[in-house]
């Protein structure tokens, strides 16, 4: 499973970030077992899109092959898109360590 989330810093210790399309990074993490495995920064290259930067993103996490995303707030033509990859979308605050091994232990709970 590949989780990717909305960050506004580069690292694990950031927060999440509110905004879904114009996020300064993403922080994709790969799931095996109920553990963590590869991790992955991109830097959000369509946060400057005058439109449509949310659909923009949520193209290139289908094409990065995530399962699920993590993020603040993401807009309904987003959603939208998430949805047509079978992307699941959770609506979280807080820090990017504590969010995800939170959502690990209730996804992977045995």
Known sequence: MKI????????????ISDIF?????????????????????????NADHVSGAGI????????????AVITGNVGP?????????NIDVYNEKGVVKSILQEFINKKFKQ
């Open 4 to 15: 990717a989330i909305s960050s506004t810093g580069k690292n694990i210790d950031s927060n």
């Open 21 to 45: 399309g114009r996020c300064p990074y993403f922080i994709i993490v790969e799931i095996k077992n109920g553990k963590t495995g590869k991790v992955e920064v991109i830097k959000n290259n």
């Open 56 to 67: 923009f993103v949520a193209q290139l996490l289908a094409e990065k092959n995530v399962n």
């Open 77 to 85: 033509r987003a959603v939208d898109i998430l949805k047509q990859f």
